[in-house]
């Protein structure tokens, strides 16, 4: 087993998971709120750093700030492009709690942001300013799980080298608290039902992977493939590591965390997951790969 690719358990640190979920989705509604709507909502996403995660750039009037969830001294830093900083400690401590403060310290900066303060994409959703259900933070379990975006994200950004057509950015999706790395056929999409948020992110096919620490039905962390709109003939592919299967109820290919972590190489267990699962859903849907792959040496 790797050593550099630490174990996830999900029940150990679910309370933590879903506390820092609520966390992630306080800032990242700051930036839905502030950031310019690019395409696909990826204005609003997070972004790994080298101590944690972090918003984009944020405009304010003629300001600009960031925040960034410091994951190694587990701190809140809200720092702005006139040379203020301010931080707020990471521990245990209720959604609520959490809120009021980024809030008022947002407030003392001269940045004030109103939010929907609603969670979104999760079940029995609490507004923040009542949330006191949620209060746990394990500092071991906040600072693994970024050190296992880090080594995934490494791996995805990787895996779209000989790709050429358009692809997103390497995201965290506050909303569903996953990393996801997207490419586009260039076609537009069928229209989907749903939020507004949703319809413009599948405004065109595309072909999503990602790490998600899991919930709902699969409660163990995973690796996601999906294609949009899926292909017929798509969850009947046999695709690798063996460890892969189709998750009927999600509509993707699933491969557990678990089992990347135990391969010899869980790095060539990701490529090949990511690479099969492209494959399928490119050649089943009728992608152009002649134009949007490089032509390999």
């Not at 984009?56 to 492009?81: C, K, M, W, Y």
């Not at 109820?249 to 099969?276: D, H, N, Q």
């Amino acid at each position: 087993m790797n050593d550099d690719w630490p174990a996830l358990p999900y029940e150990a640190w679910r309370d933590t998971y879903a506390t820092l979920h609520m966390w992630t989705q306080v800032v990242g509604t700051v930036a839905l709120a502030q950031a310019p709507a690019i395409n696909h909502s990826w204005g609003a996403a997070l972004h790994l750093t080298s101590r944690g995660v972090t918003t984009g750039v944020l405009p304010h009037a003629a300001r600009s700030f960031t925040i960034e969830f410091d994951l190694i001294d587990h701190r809140l830093v809200i720092s702005t492009a006139d040379g203020a900083v301010r931080t707020i400690p990471l521990a245990p401590r209720s959604v609520a709690d959490f809120y009021g403060d980024v809030m008022s310290t947002l407030g003392g900066l001269k940045l004030p942001v109103h939010i929907w303060s609603m969670p979104v994409e999760i079940p029995s959703p609490i507004r923040f300013e009542e949330d006191t259900t949620h209060h746990a933070y394990d500092p071991v379990y906040a600072n693994r799980v970024w050190q296992i975006l880090l080594r995934v994200g490494r791996v995805l950004t990787s895996s779209r080298a000989g790709f050429i057509g358009k692809a997103s950015p390497l995201n965290f999706f506050w909303g569903s608290f996953d990393l996801a790395l997207t490419r586009f056929s260039g076609r537009p999409a069928p229209p989907r039902d749903g939020p507004a948020f949703m319809r413009e992110a599948y405004s065109h096919e595309v072909i999503s992977h990602g790490f998600w620490p899991g919930g709902a039905t699969v409660l163990e962390p995973v690796f996601y493939a999906y294609t949009i709109p899926e292909p017929s003939g798509f969850k009947e592919t046999r695709v690798q590591p063996d460890a892969a299967f189709y998750h009927a109820e999600l509509g993707e290919f699933l491969l557990p965390y678990e089992a990347v972590r135990r391969a010899p190489s869980p790095e060539r267990a990701i490529l090949s997951f990511v690479k099969s699962t492209y494959a399928a859903g490119a050649t089943l849907a009728g992608w152009d790969r002649a134009a949007l792959e490089r032509p390999r040496a």
